[in-house]
């Protein structure tokens, strides 16, 4: 923001700027006094922190807690229900700088934190962010930052970025080469399905395509053993996964001991695909699927 000399009414002004500017979009001054603005008061650094609506504690609450308790207690339900991505916490760095292009004026370095940060430092949860909520995160404080930038006038220098970048690693496939190589077509091209979308955070789709993996494996087998008039019912229909799974123990022993966990593990296949309530996390699948590799190995299918 351009300014021909550091002197303290001009960086007044600028603090409260800044004041007005972060009411409006509703954060609270933390690190000062807004009245102390207004009489004189300048400082080269501000923080901010969104407001917390808050009522007066109701009479019953207080024969049993304090005010202090009472307020602690309506503050962490807030943070608790505030979105991950939204910036909670904002600091404004105040310098005064000659540029390369002969400009002079406040240098403002804004740093922003995003609500999950709170959640983890002051309510210690353990929040498990997938790479897609990662960017997401990223891209609503960049996108804070700039509006504010571009609500107080000023010019900017360089585009937001992150101060400490995360290191990713994407996760490794569920299913092992090995395996997969020693399948049939059929059954292999369902198995890579699966690791695609394992390893990109596609949990229920991964899923999907280890029960569909279970299911033509255990058609092919039963087919290979001349069980194939068993795969239809009376009307002539194909019979669903629970039915083979119940005749394929008869022609593979080495299964059997396996059969109620691999139900489970197509359970979880079903309601991936049907059930909108549940959840499938990537430690599901990572405890499921030792059952399928031991199922498949097995299965002795012939390629």
């Not at 303290?8 to 509703?26: A, I, T, Y």
């Not at 939204?86 to 600091?91: A, F, K, Q, S």
């Not at 540029?99 to 934190?113: A, M, N, R």
Request: some cysteine; hydrophobic content about 35%; aromatic content about 6%.
């Amino acid at each position: 923001m351009s300014a021909k000399t550091l002197d303290r009414e001009s960086l007044r002004r600028l603090n409260q700027r800044f004041e007005d500017v972060m009411k409006d979009r509703g954060y609270l001054f933390e690190s000062g006094n807004p009245r102390g603005l207004l009489l004189g008061d300048v400082s080269l650094t501000m923080r901010f922190s969104t407001a917390m609506p808050l009522g007066k504690q109701p009479v019953l609450s207080r024969l049993r807690k304090s005010y202090r308790k009472w307020h602690q207690d309506q503050y962490f339900k807030f943070i608790r229900e505030v979105v991950d991505s939204h910036v909670h916490d904002l600091l404004f760095k105040i310098s005064f700088q000659s540029l390369t292009d002969g400009q002079k004026g406040y240098v403002i370095e804004i740093e922003s934190q995003p609500a999950i940060v709170a959640k983890i430092r002051q309510l210690f949860l353990k929040k498990e962010v997938d790479a897609v909520h990662y960017d997401n995160i990223i891209y609503e404080n960049k996108r804070t930052v700039g509006e504010i930038i571009h609500a107080l006038g000023a010019r900017m220098l360089e585009e937001p970025s992150v101060l400490r970048p995360r290191e990713w690693s994407p996760p490794k496939p569920v299913i092992d080469d090995s395996l997969i190589d020693a399948m049939p077509d059929e059954v292999a091209e369902c198995l890579r399905e699966a690791n695609r979308c394992f390893t990109s955070e596609s949990s229920h789709a991964c899923s999907v395509m280890i029960r569909k993996a279970i299911e033509v494996a255990t058609t092919k087998k039963l087919r290979q053993e001349g069980q194939e008039s068993r795969l239809y019912d009376v009307d002539g229909h194909e019979i669903g996964l629970g039915k083979k799974l119940d005749i394929l123990p008869e022609v593979a022993p080495g299964v059997s001991r396996l059969m109620d966990q691999i139900k489970i593990v197509k359970w979880l296949g079903d309601v991936s695909a049907h059930d909108p309530r549940t959840r499938v996390r990537s430690s599901d699948l990572q405890n499921a699927t030792p059952l399928v590799r031991s199922f498949l190995a097995n299965l002795d299918l012939k390629r």
